[in-house]
């Protein structure tokens, strides 16, 4: 326990940091601590990809590669889990064969893991599951929640083979069930080929902005996050990073990638921009470990839940 009463990452000086079972950045799990200021918890899901599948396994490959994550945050000088007491829930156990049932699951358990003030950053999983904990997070909120989006792709489509809760569709959902902050939503990052035009008119008239990866790219970190900044102001903020946001060259394994993305020091820059905001929860989808060489992607999710973690710190 450190000065504050927080239980923080066991000590890599005392026990190597490959020892032992993992939690997410050596921290303890949340039935090792009284009260959690946030929860890590996994959620084992990916029945609504179209595409590549294996983001079931998303979250322990980010708890694995997050053994080597130091707690002394140089980028926003802060220790992230020394003011905050931040805990490991383990995993939702979902249906991975109903993916009506498994969307209450998700809900219902962001529900209960956040009943005490507790704020989430939940792992995936697929995009499918960004839906239930924004419903969470606006019903925590008492009204409906700004988001940055981090993404390749817009998800704001409508159905996939019919099917209205897929990983391509999760903010159409959640546009239409009114629990976005349509004033204030921005999707980053995204690129490559769509289905038609009226994939980006739809998505205008949902009231999303939008920063494209070559935004980030010609314009700078600096212009981009001020724009985002200011289209968020004090409203309670969710964040949905979708680790097809980075360039195949920083996150191969995920289950649709598309050239020309950001990098992942961009990314993290742009997280980092948000501080002071009033973060209230967060995800990192669709790290897919079978197609993750060298630990490459999940190296850079396990980087940005710590950033996500920190900014929680650092909240307003
Ligand atoms: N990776 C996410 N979330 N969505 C991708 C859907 C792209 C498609 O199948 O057209
Ligand atoms: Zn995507
Ligand atoms: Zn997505």
Known sequence: MNVNGKVGPIDAAQIPRY?????YARLP???????ADVAVVGVPFDTGVSYRPGARFGGNHIREASRLLRPYNPAQDTSPFENLQVA?????????FNINEAIETIQAGALELTEGGTKLVTLGGDHTIALPLLRAAAERAGEPV??????????TWDTYF????????????????????????SHVGTRGPLYGKKDLEDDKRFGFGIVTSS????QGVDEVVAKLRDRIGSRPLYISVDIDVLDPAHAP????????????????????????????????VEVAPAYDHADITA???SHVAYDLITLMGLSA
Do not use: C, K, W
């Open 19 to 23: 020892a032992g079972a993992a939690t």
């Open 29 to 35: 799990r949340l039935d090792q601590v009284e009260h």
């Open 88 to 96: 490991d829930a383990g995993d939702l156990a979902v249906n991975p």
């Open 146 to 155: 700004a988001m940055l989006h981090f993404d390749a792709h817009l998800d």
């Open 162 to 185: 019919g099917a209205e809760y897929t990983h391509g569709t999760p903010f159409r959902r959640a546009v239409e069930e009114g629990i976005l902050d349509t004033e204030a939503i």
């Open 215 to 218: 935004d980030v790219f010609r």
């Open 253 to 284: 394994g995920t289950g649709t990638p598309e050239a020309g993305g950001i990098t992942s020091r961009e990314l993290l820059e742009i997280l980092r921009g948000m501080r002071g905001m009033n973060l209230v929860g967060a995800d990192v």
């Open 299 to 301: 190296v850079a999710a």
